[in-house]
């Protein structure tokens, strides 16, 4: 099975950046692609960007376009997620996600790296 770590989380001020990073373990590892979703207490998880293993394509959702960047390591099996111009509204659990070939869904989720966005 797929172990998910994320890391790179913290506090940062409005306009400032993070990168988030996230570690696979768990061989072979070879999914259809992956993932970063957020969530707020009180609110359901949202699609951040993911980004196929094999070509590198991405999708992203329209409140991060333009500013967040997601990026693959596929030798050390990682995934990042640059975060440019951050806003409040950027402050929530954000979770690295894989979706395995034989799966519609993401199957596998990290526990959580906190960021938090300051005015």
């Known amino acids: 099975q797929v172990q998910l770590v994320e890391s790179g989380g913290g506090l940062v001020q409005a306009g400032g950046s993070l990168r988030l990073s996230c570690a696979a373990s768990g061989r072979p590892f070879s999914p259809y692609g992956m993932a970063w979703f957020r969530q707020v207490p009180g609110k359901e998880r949202e699609f951040v960007a993911s980004?196929?293993?094999?070509?590198?394509?991405?999708d992203y959702a329209d409140s991060v376009k333009g500013r967040f960047t997601i990026s693959r390591d596929n030798a050390k099996n990682t995934v990042d997620l640059q975060m440019n111009s951050l806003m409040s509204e950027d402050t929530a659990l954000y979770y690295c996600?894989?979706?395995?070939?034989?799966?519609?869904?993401?199957?596998?989720w990290g526990p959580g790296t906190q960021v938090t966005v300051s005015s």
């Open positions: 980004i196929t293993w094999s070509r590198g394509e991405t």
């Open positions: 996600a894989v979706r395995p070939r034989s799966f519609s869904i993401y199957q596998h």
